[in-house]
Each structure stands twice: as structure tokens, then as C-alpha cells.
């Protein structure tokens, strides 16, 4: 009757476990982070451009789905760049951004302030209110 009763509390922990990465996967956090100039001239980021930036790992099957959704976001979208930096050949940056997992995602206003982070496969619609809260945000400092 033990051995049950350990059974069933392993397994309601692991299905919570479980539903609770399912929420949190691909959803958009709030950070206050900033890319350094540094950082974004390492990235090959243009100057004036928002920019995505996806952290990869070679090993990731995710990260393959997580690149075709930003390339098809953004496919239409001329102020838009995409990068990828992978965690191993880049570890400073990734560590600099407190990177956990890939695929993680940042989209970065022009002057280097973090929009939003997105861990795990990125939804197309909340990459594109990204990218428009950034565009507002450069329009209101251009005038």
C-alpha cells in the first residue's frame, strides 16, 4: 500500500512538473536586460535594426523549429534582423544573459534594450507584438 501511495505522489508531482514547463514554454517574459554595443557588434547586428536573437546548440531539435518560426515572422519585415549564437561557441554572451536552455530567444530594440526573452519554440504572434512595441518605442524616440 506504501509502494502505491509513493507511486501516486511521483506521479502527480511529475504531471505537475510537466504542465508547468507546458505554460511556460514559448511564452514571452518581461526582462530588464540591455545588448551591449559590444554585444550586438559581435552578433553582426546592423545599426538601426531591431534584431532577434536566438541562442542555439548544435543538439537542439527545437532550435530548428524555434529559427523557421523568426525566419517566417519576419519575412516580410525590412527593420527586422535574425541572428543565431550558439551557447558553446559563444558562453560569455550567454552567460552575460543568464541563457538556461535553448532554444531562448531575445528581440532587441536598436539601441540594445531587451523587448523580451522567449524560452522554447517562440508563438508568431507574441514575436510580432515584440517587434511592434519595439518599432513604437523607436518612432517615440525618434521624434
Not at 527593420?79 to 532554444?103: F, G, I, Y
Not at 534594450?113 to 522567449?118: A, E, K, Q, S
Amino acid at each position: 500500500m506504501t509502494e502505491l501511495a509513493i507511486l501516486a505522489v511521483v506521479v502527480a508531482a511529475t504531471a505537475a512538473a510537466a504542465l508547468w514547463w507546458r505554460a511556460r514554454d514559448g511564452r514571452v517574459r518581461a526582462v530588464t536586460d540591455r545588448f551591449t554595443e559590444a554585444e550586438l557588434a559581435a552578433l553582426g547586428a546592423p545599426s538601426g535594426r531591431q534584431l532577434l536573437v536566438e541562442f542555439t546548440a548544435p543538439s537542439c531539435a527545437p532550435c530548428v523549429t524555434a529559427r523557421r518560426v523568426l525566419d517566417q515572422t519576419v519575412a516580410d519585415r525590412d527593420d527586422v534582423t535574425v541572428r543565431v549564437a550558439d551557447v558553446a561557441e559563444q558562453l560569455d554572451l550567454a552567460r552575460a544573459h543568464k541563457v538556461l536552455r535553448t532554444p531562448t530567444t531575445f528581440a532587441v530594440a536598436p539601441d540594445g534594450l531587451v523587448l523580451g526573452r522567449i524560452a522554447g519554440v517562440p508563438d508568431p504572434a507574441d514575436v510580432t507584438a515584440l517587434l511592434d512595441r519595439g518599432e513604437v518605442r523607436t518612432r517615440r524616440r525618434a521624434a
